[in-house]
């Protein structure tokens, strides 16, 4: 896809795809590490036998997004309730049990903190969210620039990008946006 993505960019627009980061910020289906264990849930196909029972919770967008449809008909998912959060209080709903699974980012922070299981999507329906560094024709042939964004290819996995989001979110020792790059610089062996 990054192939096809690099060539269409091109062409279009004159914009070079650099590469990507190593990580996804893609949707997810999440749930509390304890209650996806009690139900023997690891995957969205096995979501799917006990979704009836369950209240599903998204942000203002995801049910209207093709996403939601593709997961729907191919996955055969049917929630006993649907809800819409913003995403802040979509956490908190899940952790207070409001709601069972939410929708969430494949990067964001509070999967980690929070301790949440990301399940796993054999079908591969939701499509794949690459981060990844693009040059804008006016710089594309900047062999400086290129050299400088280089060593960030593949260099940041998810779990790292999770923290150093964290990092920002959270409510007690928030992080300034620059001090989290800085971590994750030093954490991803960049500097």
């Known amino acids: 896809m990054l192939r096809e993505l690099r060539t269409a960019l091109k062409r279009r627009y004159g914009v070079d795809l650099l590469g990507a980061l190593g990580y996804q910020n893609a949707y997810v289906l999440a749930m509390r590490r304890s209650e996806a264990k009690a139900l023997g849930v690891r995957t969205i196909a096995q979501l799917a036998r006990v979704a009836p029972r ?4 998204a942000d203002l967008e ?15 998912l049917h929630f006993r309730a649907l809800r819409q959060y913003e995403p802040t209080f979509m956490y908190h709903a899940l952790m207070s049990g409001e709601v069972d699974v939410i929708t969430a980012f494949s990067s964001d922070g509070r999967i980690a903190e929070d301790h949440l299981v990301v399940l796993k999507d054999p079908l591969h329906v939701i499509p794949p969210y690459d981060a990844v560094i693009l040059l804008s024709p006016r710089r594309a042939h900047d062999a400086e620039l290129r050299r400088a964004l280089e060593p960030l290819i593949g260099a940041i996995p998810i779990g790292l990008m999770r923290r150093a989001n964290y990092m920002v979110d959270r409510r007690h020792g928030k992080r300034s946006p620059r001090q989290a790059a800085e971590w ?8």
């Open 62 to 76: 995801f049910f209207a997004r093709p996403t939601w449809k593709a997961l729907e008909r191919r996955y055969g």
């Open 54 to 57: 369950l209240i599903l919770g």
């Open 184 to 191: 994750l610089a030093r954490a991803a062996h960049l500097r």
